[in-house]
Structure formats: structure tokens, C-alpha cells
């Protein structure tokens, strides 16, 4: 147990439910890794949405910025100011949207703050797909508890291997 694991857990979010997380890790001596099961707001269902919407549609930046962006609930409201079907989600949906109140997402994947890492870079000038680091969303009716591939060094490195990209520490690390 060393000052990265500290900087892993401390780097990943201020809330206390994540330093009481940090603090048991340090007990268990660095035993938690892998972060609890998140649990969202609204039951968002990536299967019906994406039959007609590209992900960048909602996850604007992807293409753009080394991050991809959580849609904000202005997005939501091009379809949501109305009632859409007879789903008590999408009810809450439409109750965000009328408020003007931002959905308060959870997310699951982040990169401690000492790695660098570019959805533009990957995305767009690697041609990777979303599904090679996010596993399929589009038969997902609900959203993800974890992580479909937790975020390691080992698995980074893997596939730049694979695909003969730098993996140079200071590639990654700055
Ligand atoms: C282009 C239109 C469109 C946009 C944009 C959109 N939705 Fe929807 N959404 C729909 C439609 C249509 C349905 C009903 C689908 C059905 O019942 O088959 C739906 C259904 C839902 C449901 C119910 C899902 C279920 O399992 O019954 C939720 C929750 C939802 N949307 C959340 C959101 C959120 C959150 C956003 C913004 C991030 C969003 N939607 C953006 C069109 C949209
Ligand atoms: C209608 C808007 C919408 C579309 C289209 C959409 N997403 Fe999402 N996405 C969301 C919302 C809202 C969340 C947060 C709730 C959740 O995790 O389900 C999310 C969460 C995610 C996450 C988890 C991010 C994190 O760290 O928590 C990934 C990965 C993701 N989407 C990938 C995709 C991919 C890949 C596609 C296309 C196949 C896609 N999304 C299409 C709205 C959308
Ligand atoms: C090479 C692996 C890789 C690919 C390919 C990839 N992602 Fe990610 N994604 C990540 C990593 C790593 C993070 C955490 C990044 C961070 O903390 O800055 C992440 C975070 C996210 C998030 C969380 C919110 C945010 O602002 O970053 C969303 C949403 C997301 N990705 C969607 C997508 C979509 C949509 C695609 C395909 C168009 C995609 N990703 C392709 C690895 C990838
Ligand atoms: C599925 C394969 C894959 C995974 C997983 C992956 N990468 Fe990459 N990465 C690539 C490819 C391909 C490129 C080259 C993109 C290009 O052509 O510019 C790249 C490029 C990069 C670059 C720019 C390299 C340079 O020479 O400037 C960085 C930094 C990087 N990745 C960081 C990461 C990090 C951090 C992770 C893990 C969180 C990761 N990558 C996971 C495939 C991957
Ligand atoms: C392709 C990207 C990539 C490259 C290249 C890379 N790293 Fe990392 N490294 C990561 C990511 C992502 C993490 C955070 C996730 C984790 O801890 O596995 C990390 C974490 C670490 C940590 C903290 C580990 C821990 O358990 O807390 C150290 C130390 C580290 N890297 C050293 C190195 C050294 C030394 C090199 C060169 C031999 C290197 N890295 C090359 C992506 C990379």
C-alpha cells in the first residue's frame, strides 16, 4: 500500500461516501480496488434510445475532447418535455425537465488524475469503438452498476501493445 493507491481513491471524488471508501481501503490495505455498485437517479435505458441516436448525439464531446460528456437535462428535454410512453422513469424525466433541474449522474469510469487519457485520441483519430473499452450498451435497458471493464494499467497497456502505440510511462503519466 503506497502513496498511488491514496492518490487512486483520493483523486476520484470528494463525496464522503468515497472517503469513507478510501479510509476502509487503507484499513484493508488497499483490498477495494474496484469502487461499490452505482446506483442512478433515473433508470436510463441505453437499448431504446440508441436505435435512433448516435451516442454523440448524448455524449457530446466524444469526438472532440479527451472527455466524452454526461448529457445534460436539456438534451433530455428535446423529447422529454411530454410524455413519451407510460413509463414511471421517463416520468421522472419529464419532472427534471420541467424543473430545469440537472439529472445528479453517477459515473462509473474515471481515470485518476496522474493519467492522461483522450476520448478524441481513441475515438476518432484511433478509430476504436465505444464497445472495446465500454463493453455493449446497446442491449442495455438499464444503466450499469460497474464498470464492464475496470480501468487498469494492465489493460491500457495490453492493447497498446496489441496495437504497437507508445507505452512509454510518460505517454500515459505526466
Ligand atoms: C430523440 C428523442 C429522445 C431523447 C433526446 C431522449 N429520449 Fe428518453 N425516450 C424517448 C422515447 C421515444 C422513449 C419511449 C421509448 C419506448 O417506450 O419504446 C423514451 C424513454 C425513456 C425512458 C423510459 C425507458 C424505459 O425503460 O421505459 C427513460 C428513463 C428516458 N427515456 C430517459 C431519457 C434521458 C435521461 C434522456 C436525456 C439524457 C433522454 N431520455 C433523451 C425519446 C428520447
Ligand atoms: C439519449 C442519450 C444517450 C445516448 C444516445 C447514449 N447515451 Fe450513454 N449515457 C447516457 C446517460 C443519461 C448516462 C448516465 C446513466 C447511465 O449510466 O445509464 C450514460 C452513460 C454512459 C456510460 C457510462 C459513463 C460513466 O462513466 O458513468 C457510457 C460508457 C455510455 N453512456 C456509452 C454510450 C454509448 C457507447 C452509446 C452509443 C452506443 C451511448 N452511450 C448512447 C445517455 C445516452
Ligand atoms: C480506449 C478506451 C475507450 C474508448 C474506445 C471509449 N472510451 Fe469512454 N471512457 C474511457 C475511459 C478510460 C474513461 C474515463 C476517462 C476519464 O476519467 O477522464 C471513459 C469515460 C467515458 C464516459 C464518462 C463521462 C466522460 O465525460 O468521460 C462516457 C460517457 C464515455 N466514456 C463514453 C464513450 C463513448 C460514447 C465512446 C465511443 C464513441 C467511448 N466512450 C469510447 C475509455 C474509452
Ligand atoms: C482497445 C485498445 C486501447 C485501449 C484499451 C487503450 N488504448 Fe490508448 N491508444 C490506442 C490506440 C490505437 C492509440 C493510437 C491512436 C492514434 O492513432 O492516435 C492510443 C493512443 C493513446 C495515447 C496517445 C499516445 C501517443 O503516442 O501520444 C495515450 C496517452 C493513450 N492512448 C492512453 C491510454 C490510457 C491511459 C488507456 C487506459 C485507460 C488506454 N490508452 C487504453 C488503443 C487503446
Ligand atoms: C497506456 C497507458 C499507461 C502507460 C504507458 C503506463 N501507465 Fe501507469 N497507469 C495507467 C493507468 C490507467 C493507471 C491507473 C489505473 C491503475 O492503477 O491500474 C496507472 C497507474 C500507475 C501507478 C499507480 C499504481 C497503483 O497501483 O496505484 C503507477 C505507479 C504507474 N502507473 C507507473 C507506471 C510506469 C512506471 C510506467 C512505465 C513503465 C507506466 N505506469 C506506464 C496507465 C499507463
Redesign the pocket.
Known amino acids: 500500500m503506497g502513496r498511488d493507491e491514496v492518490a487512486v481513491e483520493s483523486s476520484f471524488s470528494s463525496q464522503s461516501k468515497k472517503v469513507a471508501l478510501a479510509l476502509a481501503c487503507l484499513v484493508a490495505l488497499g483490498a477495494c480496488k474496484s469502487a461499490p455498485p452505482v446506483s442512478q437517479p433515473v433508470q436510463f435505458n441505453h437499448a431504446v434510445h440508441v436505435k435512433a441516436l448516435q451516442?454523440?448525439f448524448c455524449?457530446q464531446y466524444?469526438q472532440k475532447a479527451?472527455?466524452?460528456?454526461?448529457p445534460p437535462v436539456k438534451v433530455c428535454a428535446t423529447c422529454h418535455r411530454g410524455k413519451v410512453s407510460g413509463s414511471a422513469e421517463a416520468e421522472k424525466v419529464r419532472a427534471f425537465v420541467k424543473e430545469r433541474r440537472e439529472i445528479p449522474w453517477q459515473?462509473i469510469?474515471?481515470?485518476p488524475s496522474y493519467v492522461n487519457?483522450s476520448?478524441r485520441r481513441?475515438?476518432l483519430l484511433g478509430g476504436?469503438?465505444?464497445e472495446?473499452?465500454?463493453g455493449d450498451l446497446r442491449a442495455a435497458s438499464t444503466p450499469q452498476p460497474r464498470p464492464a471493464f475496470a480501468?487498469s494499467m494492465d489493460r491500457c497497456m495490453a492493447c497498446h501493445d496489441e496495437r504497437k502505440v507508445d507505452t512509454d510511462c510518460l505517454t500515459c503519466h505526466h
Open positions: 451516442c454523440n455524449h466524444v479527451d472527455f466524452a460528456g454526461i459515473r469510469y474515471r481515470v487519457f476520448h481513441h475515438v476504436l469503438q465505444c472495446s473499452c465500454h480501468i
